[in-house]
């Protein structure tokens, strides 16, 4: 089975940066959508990010496109995500998530999740 490994979580102050990391175990993933959710306190997971697995096509949740960006290394099996001016409510548990279909924007098509990082943004 594959796996999917997030790093890169922790304790930052409102407005710093954050860079997540995720790597996957197998080549085979580089041909799926990969991306990111988040489930805040309290509140059901949401999607954050997707980058598919050809033509480079992003996409993200429209409230937050403005301050994180997805990355991917097809190489290396990674896919980041970098989280600029962090605001409180960014405070989630992100997790890596992979989909073997053409998007990643809901919970029905992702097939493999990650272990989840926190990500605390204090005020």
């Known amino acids: 089975q594959v796996q999917l490994v997030e790093s890169g979580g922790g304790v930052v102050p409102a407005g710093d940066s954050l860079r997540l990391s995720c790597k996957y175990s197998?080549?085979?993933?580089?041909?799926?959508?990969m991306g990111w959710f988040r489930q805040p306190p309290g509140k059901e997971r949401e999607f954050v990010a997707s980058?598919?697995?050809?033509?480079?096509?992003?996409n993200y949740a429209d409230s937050l496109r403005d301050r994180f960006t997805i990355y991917r290394d097809f190489y290396q099996r990674i896919v980041e995500l970098e989280m600029n001016s962090l605001k409180p409510e960014d405070t989630a548990v992100y997790y890596c998530?992979?989909?073997?279909?053409?998007?990643?924007?809901?919970?029905?098509?992702?097939?493999?999740w990650g272990q989840g990082t926190q990500v605390t943004v204090s005020s």
């Open positions: 197998d080549f085979s993933f580089n041909t799926h959508v």
């Open positions: 998530a992979a989909g073997a279909g053409r998007t990643l924007d809901s919970e029905a098509s992702v097939s493999s």
């Open positions: 980058s598919a697995g050809t033509g480079n096509r992003v």
